[in-house]
């Protein structure tokens, strides 16, 4: 079924176009992404779509009953409520008819309804009316629904007051609530944000299995290769779509262009072939015709223009002005944290020269002090960093807490390198994207993305021999991304780098670190080869326990056979006697039901009413059934 439809949509900011010509379409439990540069009107068509802007040509085509659900970047759930409560206003139409339903259930035992069997139909229709559709809405399973929500994004304490929670807690918690209301178009910005790894797993396998249809932007190749089966590139106000994931995105789109740019310069070898032999022979009497024949067909050709290749990108490498010593970093059960107050400790391990290692584990246990401390922001709390000779640290803050200057652009980079020229400088800018007049913006007016390529052109312009990175690749589009792991892959220096990004840390790490309440765990290789492993201890430790148990349970079966026979002997017979005691006293219920139902037969204001006859009859013949199955039964258990 056909969801939403964007047909020929466009958008202008004042005088600058947008977007133009767009076209889009979503079906059932389609998983769509949506791709492009920084800037190039993703959100932009998200708003447009989710109805939260307007647009200036085109139609949005959608049935009345489809209902949308649109989370934008960084939106904070605001309450005052508690997280519990909050999520439960989702379903205050349930709530309502539960309320109806115990109603319904209170006029059931009311004496007066009883006695009228009129009045006493009527309720238990409406009842079970309200009972089924209660059911086919989810009013069963709806506190179940917001636990395994809550469960998966991290939220264990659901009492917690809304306003006390973190503006990154706030963006999790405003996406678990629109997971509950479960819209037929789910359209989310960015929803990997202030997700760790665990937590994005989990919405990776949610979404997978969501029964509506998905449109997502994200800046996480991971995720988009794991939830979406196509992509629509937005790239110069146009939109282009391809089947399949990101990764087959980049093929399919690679492949497209190298097939472009074939019939593209084929064409152009055979207009050139053309254009020569007119010029050659359209003079000539013996072969002017062949000319004009050839010019005619040149004028009715219809010219390919040459394919666009990429968007200009970012240009940089990370170099080294010395090399550091074989040893780099050794930390010993190290305990980091904040004003004494320890947030992860029994950390300890080796960093060589050359090596990078990713820094994994929940939010909160301390990944990012753990950098602090080893560049020497944050004391240690304990334990020991012994370093290396000859080093010189770079450190890449997530935040770019040190980019809130009034200063240009330009000043930025140049008031820490003087001696170089203006000339250079804006080379080093113009690499990073910065060009023209971009060079005269005030640092503090930037964007999360230009702050963080400006935050990367200064550490590249530091040289240093080892590279301490938080979360390097928060706010950079997907070429970005890419240009700087190619960066790092061939920087001749060691790093330690801390960062969500799964899809990242496959290409960078030698070296995975994990961090978790028990201290720090090593393994050499990527971030595959890390959830590998994981799994196999996993399984490694249920079959050790498996096998633990099975033992155990055998030796305690030889000590405690004769006595297990011996107790279950005796629980069989409570429960024969204890069975046998219900039945004689269903037996007596029904005897007795019975007698009432025939003296209600002999009853003249009775037996003269058919349909109360029948009734009574009707109900008599059950009883005198179950009475005589349960006779048997009686009889079975007393032998």
Not at 556 to 561: A, R, S, W, Y
Request: hydrophobic letters at 35%.
């Amino acid at each position: 079924m056909i969801l939403l439809q964007v047909n020929q949509l466009s958008k202008y900011y004042g005088a600058d176009l947008i977007l133009s010509n767009i076209k889009l379409e979503l079906q059932t439990r389609d998983r769509v992404a949506l791709v492009g540069r920084n800037g190039a009107g993703k959100s932009t068509l998200l708003k447009i779509i989710a109805g939260h802007l307007s647009h200036d040509g085109g139609e949005i085509i959608k049935p009345k009953e489809v209902t949308i659900g649109y989370l934008a970047q960084n939106t904070g759930l605001e309450s005052s409520l508690t997280i519990w409560d909050e999520m439960l206003t989702v379903f205050e139409p349930l709530q309502i008819m539960e309320k109806s339903i115990r109603k319904i259930e209170e006029q059931m035992s009311d004496p007066s309804i009883l006695a009228d069997e009129g009045k006493y139909e009527r309720v238990l229709k409406d009842y079970d009316q309200l009972q089924l559709q209660f059911k086919e809405q989810g009013g069963y399973q709806y506190e179940a629904d917001i636990r395994s929500i809550l469960h998966g994004l991290k939220f264990h304490n659901s009492d917690i007051k809304i306003s006390s929670l973190s503006g990154g807690q706030k963006t999790r918690l405003a996406l678990g609530k629109l997971l509950l209301t479960k819209p037929d178009v789910l359209i989310l910005d960015e929803p990997t944000n202030h997700l760790d790894i665990d937590t994005l797993t989990w919405l990776e396998q949610y979404l997978q299995g969501y029964a509506g249809a998905i449109l997502i932007v994200s800046h996480d190749r991971y995720f988009l290769d794991k939830v979406v089966t196509q992509v629509y590139e937005v790239s110069r106000h146009q939109i282009q779509k391809y089947q399949g994931n990101y990764s087959s995105y980049l093929e399919l789109k690679a492949a497209n262009y190298e097939r472009d740019i074939k019939l593209f310069e084929k064409q152009q070898q055979e207009i050139s072939n053309l254009q020569d032999f007119i010029q050659r022979n359209l003079a000539r009497a013996s072969t002017t015709k062949r000319a004009q024949s050839r010019r005619k067909k040149l004028e009715k050709m219809e010219v390919i223009d040459r394919p666009l290749g990429d968007e200009k990108s970012a240009t940089f490498s990370f170099e080294i002005d010395k090399q550091s010593g074989n040893d780099v970093l050794k930390i010993d059960s190290l305990a980091v944290g904040y004003d004494q107050k320890i947030v992860s400790g029994h950390i300890s391990f080796r960093v060589n020269k050359g090596e990078s290692i990713a820094l994994v584990g929940p939010n909160g246990i301390g990944k990012s002090t753990l950098l602090k401390t080893i560049i020497k922001r944050l004391p240690a709390l304990s334990g020991t960093i012994q370093y290396g000779t000859n080093l010189s640290i770079g450190y890449y803050d997530q935040e770019q807490a040190e980019l809130t200057s009034n200063k240009r652009v330009l000043n930025e980079l140049w008031d820490e390198h003087p001696l170089k020229n203006e000339k250079e400088i804006r080379t080093v800018l113009g690499n990073f994207l910065f060009s023209g007049d971009d060079v005269l913006k005030i640092v503090s007016t930037l964007s999360g993305g230009e702050k963080a390529r400006l935050a990367l052109a200064k550490l590249m312009m530091e040289k240093a021999n080892v590279l301490i990175l938080d979360e390097p690749t928060n706010h950079l589009d997907l070429d970005s991304k890419e240009v700087l792991e190619n960066a790092l892959i061939d920087y001749p220096g060691t790093l330690v780098f801390v960062s969500h990004d799964r899809y990242f840390i496959n290409r960078i790490a030698t070296k995975v670190l994990e961090l978790s309440e028990t201290g720090s765990t090593e393994y050499l290789g990527d971030y595959d080869y890390y959830v590998e492993k994981k799994n196999e201890m996993v399984e490694l430790a249920a079959l050790t326990q498996n096998a633990s148990m099975k033992r155990q349970e055998q030796v305690e079966g030889l000590e405690k056979n004769s006595f297990q026979l011996d107790k279950e002997s005796k629980k069989l017979e409570r429960q024969r006697k204890r069975k046998l005691e219900e039945i004689e006293v269903r037996i007596e219920d029904l005897e007795n039901q019975i007698q009432l139902n025939e003296e209600q037969l002999c009853d003249p204001g009775i037996f003269q009413d058919h349909e109360k006859v029948l009734a009574i009859t009707s109900k008599n013949e059950h009883a005198k059934e179950e009475l005589e199955m349960l006779m048997e039964e009686w009889a079975e258990l007393a032998d």
